[in-house]
């Protein structure tokens, strides 16, 4: 071979770097998105927030299917699975914003992490997965570390106590909304599944208009508007990211979003994470990647793709 021609190896090392990046761009998006969402809330009901997130990225989710092979692909015959996925994801939805209109931004995603853990809980129960010793002391070492950030704190409010029962609840929501993807994604694009996720949100946040609606000024429009843009395209560099690169390798750079909340939490809000919420996020953190490691671990034993 030439020294000029490109090697299996050189490629490889391309579209690794390819989905990392894709998968780091849409962390910091998701992460601006929450922190407009922290900015809007007290002035906006969560509801009308949702549905300005869904609604707005429902076009962009259009536009990448009549581009990326016609819009045939938003027809489906599986009505049943997206409902249940998508309500599950629509009520997960609603709770992770009420979180990030009650706590700080590092707070509020570090909780969120605690998602793997239960998607180890719903894989054993729901996809009857066997789950060892390892996995299981790092979910319970995981829910030990949300424990510490949630944990009674003289300067915790009850406000914030509530906000980190929705970031919990909507983290064990969002692993269900990944169970119920697993079982369809053998079946079902995923430019489909975010389609009908966004129509079914987009409809049932409407329920809540009779609760009271906030009519935006200017800058509030165009951050509504933003919280749908962000959403949608991080929606879609997260989908490439997987493209272009293994889940497991791509899995530790979910915890980006911590470092990207930590700087906007502090330039925008003047937030800094106490030491218990530190603390806690390293646990949670070391418990996602162990949960990681076993999985790819296990994945190259069973011969199975990584």
């Known amino acids: 071979m030439s020294a000029g021609a490109s090697s299996p190896s050189h490629g ?4 690794l770097f390819a989905g ?8 910091f998006l998701f992460s601006l998105l929450f922190a407009v969402i922290r900015w809007l809330g007290p002035d906006f009901p969560i509801g009308e927030i949702v549905f300005f997130r869904s609604f707005i990225g429902l076009p962009i989710i259009v536009a990448v299917a009549y581009f990326g092979g016609g819009l045939g692909l938003l027809a489906t015959k599986r009505i049943d699975s997206h409902a249940l996925r998508s309500i599950c994801g629509s009520v997960s939805m609603y709770c992770n914003f009420a979180a990030y209109t009650l706590l700080p931004l590092a707070d509020a995603t570090s909780i969120g992490f605690a998602s793997p853990m239960f998607v180890v809980i719903l894989a054993a129960a729901m996809l009857s997965e066997r789950v060892h010793i390892y996995r299981w002391s790092a979910v319970a070492a ?12 003289a300067a915790r409010a009850s406000a914030e106590l509530g906000g980190a029962i ?3 609840t909507g983290a064990a929501l969002t692993a269900l909304a990944m169970i119920f993807i697993r079982r369809m994604s053998a079946h079902e694009h ?6 009908y996720y966004l129509v079914t949100t987009s409809v049932l946040s409407l329920f809540t208009v009779p609760f009271g609606w906030a009519v935006p000024t200017w800058a509030q429009a165009l951050a509504l508007a933003f919280t749908g843009f962000a959403g949608g395209v991080g929606q879609l ?9 293994e889940a497991s390798v791509l899995a530790p750079f979910d915890y980006t979003a911590l470092i990207w909340a930590v700087l906007l939490g502090y330039f925008f809000f003047g937030e800094l994470p106490t030491p218990q919420v530190w603390i806690g996020a390293v646990i949670v953190i070391a418990a996602g990647l162990l949960i990681v490691f076993r999985e790819r671990k296990l994945g190259r034993k069973r011969g199975a793709p990584l």
């Open 12 to 15: 490889y090392h391309d579209r």
């Open 20 to 27: 990392i990046a894709c998968k780091v761009v849409s962390t």
């Open 142 to 153: 995981g829910f030990a570390g949300v424990l510490i950030i949630a944990g009674p704190d």
């Open 166 to 168: 929705y970031a919990l």
């Open 190 to 195: 995923s430019i489909t599944i975010a389609f």
């Open 237 to 245: 560099f997260l989908s490439y990211s997987y493209r272009f690169s």
